[in-house]
């Protein structure tokens, strides 16, 4: 049985495998596996790895086919053993699928690794090839094509209601979606536009979503910011009135200002006539309180509201000059100005009404001289403090109380005092708070038989300080 192999078997080489079909009568089947190689010495010496004979085992493919079956029984499957020759060798079957499966193999080439379509018995099988190099041969499998499909479409009705039951859950969860987010956030976006658009009538409400907490909270944050934008709004508003009220208040003190100046055009006009009329009759004192007179309406009536300290000094000792000439030494005046004080801006004619009020009203009604001083500095706020005090016969404390509590009136109500008011104090607080602000202003103190002081406060860099 062997001989003919005997001479196939290569030098060099471990194993070598060969099928065949002429086992005669020695074994149960006449196809077999041979496997041979050769026997080499082993012990030391010159015929050491010397080749002395060979060795085959013969090994039946239906041993070989038992593992195979058992698994592809369970699927009623088929596998089947072909040589290298395309002859079938082994097989399960005894019903005549082998000569079938070898004319198929020859027209198919089922040794190939490619599945193959099969008819036999009325039944369409699925064959599959796997080739065995070192057998020199291959293992075919068949399988009924309904009996693979059966599973198959097990598994088709298993995943297509996984489908169905997935497809509904998703649908649940989109309109649970919809529901909680998508629509209380679409209705967001529309109160949110008509806010845009500033829809007055929608704003009165405030909106009111429904869903998870996330979106409640962020409804509530948004009413709570338009609730402080109406709050900002109605202060803007508030604000914006006030300022406005203010601005209509310092135009009618501009005004009032305006209208106490009596015509000053024309009294300035006549006062440079007395004034060449003195100089012509040679009345010295009288052309000087003409020139020092015409000066200050000269000062009032052009130029800015706001001028140097300075400039508003020398008008004061222009207005000294003409009531000297009248009460002669009856009072004296001391001037303590700071140097850094003198170019502080101050308003106008700010200081002549308070000057006036401390003759006339302290140091005229005195027996004795007197004497007026007027201080000026900065404190550490930077703004102008000013002071005119006087040893004149002062105020009672009721007198003083009332002057106080007049100050402390709006500069609406301090424009037009009501009678037994001092107009100078009224209308030189009244400007200061307009133009500074209600920080700013006119503090009196008196003692009656001592002395009246009056502290003015301005702010160093000018107007519009507020």
Same mark, same amino acid.
């Given at each position: 049985?062997?001989?003919?192999?005997?001479?196939?078997?290569?030098?060099?080489?471990?194993?070598?495998?060969?099928?065949?079909?002429?086992?005669?009568?020695?074994?149960?089947?006449?196809?077999?596996?041979?496997?041979?190689?050769?026997?080499?010495?082993?012990?030391?010496?010159?015929?050491?790895?010397?080749?002395?004979?060979?060795?085959?085992?013969?090994?039946?493919?239906?041993?070989?086919?038992?593992?195979?079956?058992?698994?592809?029984?369970?699927?009623?499957?088929?596998?089947?053993?072909? +040589?290298?020759?395309?002859?079938?060798?082994?097989?399960?079957? #005894?019903?005549? @699928?082998? *000569?079938? %499966? /070898?004319?198929?193999?020859?027209?198919?080439?089922?040794?190939?690794?490619?599945?193959?379509?099969?008819?036999?018995?009325?039944?369409?099988?699925?064959?599959?090839?796997?080739?065995?190099?070192?057998?020199?041969?291959?293992?075919?499998?068949?399988?009924?094509?309904?009996?693979?499909?059966?599973?198959?479409?097990?598994?088709?009705?298993?995943?297509?209601?996984?489908?169905?039951?997935?497809?509904?859950?998703?649908?649940?969860?989109?309109?649970?979606?919809?529901?909680?987010?998508?629509?209380?956030?679409?209705?967001?976006?529309?109160?949110?536009?008509?806010?845009?658009?500033?829809?007055?009538?929608?704003?009165?409400?405030?909106?009111?979503?429904?869903?998870?907490?996330?979106?409640?909270?962020?409804?509530?944050?948004?009413?709570?910011?338009?609730?402080?934008? +109406?709050?900002?709004?109605?202060?803007?508003?508030?604000?914006? #009135?006030?300022? @406005?009220? *203010?601005? %209509? /208040?310092?135009?009618?003190?501009?005004?009032?200002?305006?209208?106490?100046?009596?015509?000053?055009?024309?009294?300035?006009?006549?006062?440079?006539?007395?004034?060449?009329?003195?100089?012509?009759?040679?009345?010295?004192?009288?052309?000087?309180?003409?020139?020092?007179?015409?000066?200050?309406?000269?000062?009032?009536?052009?130029?800015?509201?706001?001028?140097?300290?300075?400039?508003?000094?020398?008008?004061?000792?222009?207005?000294?000059?003409?009531?000297?000439?009248?009460?002669?030494?009856?009072?004296?005046?001391?001037?303590?100005?700071?140097?850094?004080?003198?170019?502080?801006?101050?308003?106008?004619?700010?200081?002549?009404?308070?000057?006036?009020?401390?003759?006339?009203?302290?140091?005229?009604?005195?027996?004795?001289?007197?004497?007026?001083?007027?201080?000026?500095?900065?404190?550490?706020?930077?703004?102008?403090?000013?002071?005119?005090?006087?040893?004149?016969?002062?105020? /009672?404390?009721?007198?003083?109380?009332?002057?106080?509590?007049?100050?402390?009136?709006?500069?609406?109500?301090?424009?037009?005092?009501?009678?037994?008011?001092?107009?100078?104090?009224?209308?030189?607080?009244?400007?200061?708070?307009?133009?500074?602000?209600?920080?700013?202003?006119?503090?009196?103190?008196?003692?009656?038989?001592?002395?009246?002081?009056?502290?003015?406060?301005?702010?160093?860099?000018?107007?519009?300080?507020?």
């Amino acid at each position: 049985m062997i001989a003919p192999y005997q001479q196939q078997l290569a030098e060099g080489e471990a194993f070598q495998y060969f099928t065949t079909r002429d086992a005669w009568d020695q074994y149960s089947t006449s196809s077999l596996f041979l496997i041979g190689f050769h026997i080499k010495y082993a012990q030391p010496g010159e015929r050491f790895n010397e080749s002395i004979g060979t060795l085959y085992f013969v090994i039946s493919p239906n041993a070989l086919m038992g593992g195979i079956n058992s698994i592809s029984q369970d699927m009623n499957s088929q596998a089947f053993f072909l +040589d290298q020759d395309n002859r079938l060798i082994s097989s399960d079957d #005894t019903e005549g @699928l082998e *000569s079938q %499966l /070898e004319v198929l193999n020859r027209d198919q080439n089922l040794m190939s690794d490619e599945e193959k379509e099969l008819a036999w018995n009325g039944r369409t099988y699925i064959a599959k090839g796997e080739y065995l190099p070192e057998l020199k041969s291959s293992i075919v499998s068949i399988i009924p094509k309904d009996e693979l499909m059966r599973n198959l479409n097990s598994i088709r009705i298993f995943f297509g209601i996984i489908f169905v039951v997935a497809g509904i859950v998703m649908v649940v969860l989109f309109a649970i979606l919809t529901n909680n987010i998508l629509l209380p956030l679409k209705k967001l976006m529309f109160y949110m536009n008509t806010v845009k658009r500033g829809n007055l009538d929608k704003l009165k409400h405030r909106i009111d979503l429904d869903g998870y907490v996330e979106i409640t909270v962020v409804a509530n944050e948004f009413n709570k910011m338009m609730n402080q934008i +109406d709050t900002l709004t109605k202060e803007l508003l508030d604000t914006n #009135t006030a300022l @406005l009220g *203010s601005e %209509l /208040e310092k135009k009618q003190a501009e005004l009032s200002y305006l209208r106490s100046q009596i015509n000053p055009h024309f009294l300035y006009n006549t006062l440079e006539m007395i004034k060449g009329m003195a100089a012509v009759q040679g009345a010295q004192e009288i052309r000087a309180s003409a020139s020092a007179l015409a000066s200050i309406f000269r000062y009032s009536i052009k130029g800015d509201s706001l001028v140097p300290l300075r400039t508003e000094l020398s008008i004061i000792e222009s207005y000294l000059h003409i009531q000297k000439l009248r009460f002669g030494s009856r009072f004296q005046v001391a001037m303590d100005i700071e140097e850094a004080a003198l170019e502080c801006p101050v308003p106008k004619m700010i200081l002549q009404p308070i000057v006036e009020n401390a003759i006339f009203h302290g140091l005229e009604m005195k027996e004795e001289p007197g004497l007026l001083r007027i201080r000026a500095m900065r404190n550490t706020d930077s703004d102008l403090i000013i002071t005119v005090e006087d040893d004149g016969v002062g105020m /009672e404390p009721e007198r003083l109380e009332w002057l106080r509590s007049t100050l402390q009136e709006s500069p609406k109500e301090l424009l037009s005092p009501k009678g037994g008011g001092s107009i100078g104090f009224t209308n030189v607080n009244a400007r200061i708070k307009l133009m500074y602000g209600p920080a700013y202003g006119l503090d009196i103190q008196s003692v009656a038989g001592q002395g009246t002081w009056v502290q003015l406060t301005l702010s160093s860099k000018g107007g519009g300080a507020r």
